[in-house]
């Protein structure tokens, strides 16, 4: 019964001469979940994104951030069950599947 209430994930790319920083905000509602994406090149302005998946769509699926505590947990017992599959929410906060 574990549940993510919020995930932030951040990303920097120090290129010259435009660096590129890019910042996805995951948030749990009553609703469901909204996802923001930020995306700031050099001295642009920031391009800002954000959308909603409802509870139906998300029920079972893992987030990034448990999909990483669940590979733990699997190399800690050291077996993975084959075709082991689960709906998933990818970086971009799209819906998808993982595979282990």
């Known amino acids: 019964q574990l ?3 919020e995930q932030e994930e951040q990303e920097c ?4 001469p435009h660096p ?5 905000h ?8 909204t996802v923001t994406k930020t995306l700031q090149e ?3 302005e920031p391009q800002c994104q954000s959308f909603s998946h409802g509870r139906a ?3 079972a699926r893992l987030l ?8 733990r947990v699997l190399a800690r017992r050291q077996t993975v069950p084959p075709g082991l599959a689960f709906p998933a929410i990818n970086a971009e906060g799209d819906l998808c599947t993982s595979s282990y």
């Open 3 to 5: 549940e993510t209430l």
């Open 13 to 16: 790319l120090e290129l010259t």
């Open 20 to 24: 590129t920083e890019k910042t996805i």
């Open 26 to 33: 995951v948030v749990s509602h009553e609703h469901g979940m």
């Open 42 to 44: 050099g001295e642009a």
């Open 57 to 59: 769509r998300l029920r």
């Open 64 to 71: 990034e951030g448990a999909s990483l505590l669940l590979l």
